[in-house]
């Protein structure tokens, strides 16, 4: 059975290889900082979430091409031409030229998916430099850095959900991803039990590669989804290396997750080790709803369940479920609430619709230190992001005010929100 290949093209030195690299994993193919080192087409095999595909890593593309550059740019257009899905890579630091725009041209006629991979975004603030990729007209670019491998796990999940199944080929990754996860003894275990036991029955478990990890398919009503395993997060204790390990753990269960379910032992209420579990949900941009477990045991009901509220709103406003794994109470309001802020999370709000919400926020309550903001666009989903252009990042509550007002007008309750604030460019030399 052929893999599915996806071709890495661009112009000279904007680190192709580098980043074949960074998303096989390991140093196969030859990176340097001459340009042009690449020539002939590389051809190397990449496995992300269980599936296996072919990664092609092109010499650069050269306008107007002449001599040796002439066959390399024929090799290059070859691979293009026999990918499932292309990946073109730009420079982050140098902005779009005249070769980018030639390439994006030929490409916007592809039959095939196109990612445009803005290579060489470093840090945090250089993301919105991203932004100006959109004018070559192939969709949102993906901000990544193939030397320090930031934003390389979400270029990795665009690349499978978007590669064509093979015949015989299980679609494993185009399912909901769940994950349980909390403190040792909450019952969790429980709690997943009832999930796939009761609401239909374990399609396959599947052995995660690398992550050391077992998930279970379950059909649903609405379709199938996955459940990714998770071991507990301890409480910091004098064994340690336990402790690191169960963390690591369950965080790689929250990575390769869409949402997750927090699970409390509501008796013991929100505990110290349960916001250090909620805030790790939260930073790594996944979606979340809270199983109040245990919640027979519960003496003060009313108390205890308000309490919660009020300590989980800072959370995204995650919605709060009361459960027994025990005795089955509330486990059924589960499904679908999970699917419910699964596709709150992955759903893009249009850009008419974002400026209407922030226009009126703004009107609302005026940025402080007058600022002024022109307009905004939600540039990414899974989670959700935002940029609001013309004015200078606002300190925390007015950020929080604007997160709010997102989250009422988008239905996006229990999922993070990014907002990112980039400022004209005067403005910007002003300072």
Do not use: C
Not at 57 to 81: F, L, N, P, S, W
Not at 101 to 128: F, G, H, M, Q, Y
Not at 240 to 263: K, M, W
Not at 379 to 399: E, H, M, N, S, T
């Amino acid at each position: 059975m052929s893999l599915p290949t996806v071709a890495l093209v661009g112009r000279q030195n904007v680190g192709k290889s580098t980043l074949a690299n960074r998303l096989l994993g390991r140093r196969e193919a030859i990176a340097h900082e001459t340009p042009g080192v690449t020539r002939d087409r590389v051809e190397l095999e990449a496995t992300w979430r269980g599936r296996t595909f072919r990664i092609i890593d092109t010499g650069g593309y050269v306008h107007a091409a002449r001599g040796i550059d002439v066959e390399v740019t024929r090799q290059a257009e070859r691979a293009t031409a026999e990918a499932d899905l292309i990946l073109l890579v730009v420079d982050g630091q140098t902005g779009p030229v005249e070769e980018d725009a030639s390439l994006a041209r030929r490409l916007r006629s592809v039959a095939v998916p196109v990612l445009v991979a803005v290579n060489k975004i470093d840090t945090e603030r250089e993301e919105t430099d991203s932004l100006q990729f959109h004018r070559l007209g192939l969709g949102d670019p993906l901000p990544v850095s193939a030397l320090h491998g930031r934003g390389s796990g979400d270029l990795l999940d665009r690349i499978v959900d978007l590669l064509p199944a093979r015949p015989g080929e299980p679609e494993a990754d185009r399912e909901p991803r769940f994950a349980l996860v909390g403190r040792p003894n909450v019952g969790k275990s429980s709690l997943f039990n009832r999930l796939v036991g009761e609401e239909r029955s374990v399609v396959f478990e599947d052995a995660g590669t690398t992550r050391d990890a077992v998930d279970a398919v379950v059909q649903w009503p609405g379709g199938a989804v996955r459940f990714v395993d998770t071991a507990g997060f301890r409480r910091p204790a004098k064994v340690h290396g336990v402790e690191y390990f169960g963390f690591v753990r369950a965080e790689r269960a929250i990575e390769r997750a869409h949402v997750a379910v927090l699970v409390l032992d509501a008796s013991d209420g929100f505990t110290a080790e349960d916001k250090r579990i909620a805030a790790r949900v939260m930073e790594a941009g996944r979606g979340v709803l809270i199983a109040a477990n245990k919640w027979d045991l519960v003496e003060e009901k009313d108390r205890t369940f308000k309490l919660l509220g009020e300590e989980l709103a800072v959370y995204a406003r995650a919605t709060v479920f009361r459960t027994s794994a025990r005795t089955g109470l509330g486990v059924h309001r589960l499904p679908p609430a999970l699917l419910e802020v699964h596709d709150a999370w992955a759903r893009r709000a249009p850009t008419a619709a974002v400026n209407d919400v922030l226009q009126a926020a703004v009107s609302d309550r005026p940025p402080p230190g007058g600022g002024r903001y022109r307009y905004g666009t939600q540039v990414a989903a899974g989670p959700p992001a935002f940029v609001i252009f013309g004015g200078r990042a606002p300190d925390a509550p007015y950020r929080r005010f604007l997160e709010n007002r997102f989250r009422q007008a988008f239905d996006l309750d229990g999922v993070p929100i990014r907002l990112r604030f980039r400022p004209s460019r005067a403005r910007a030399r002003g300072r």
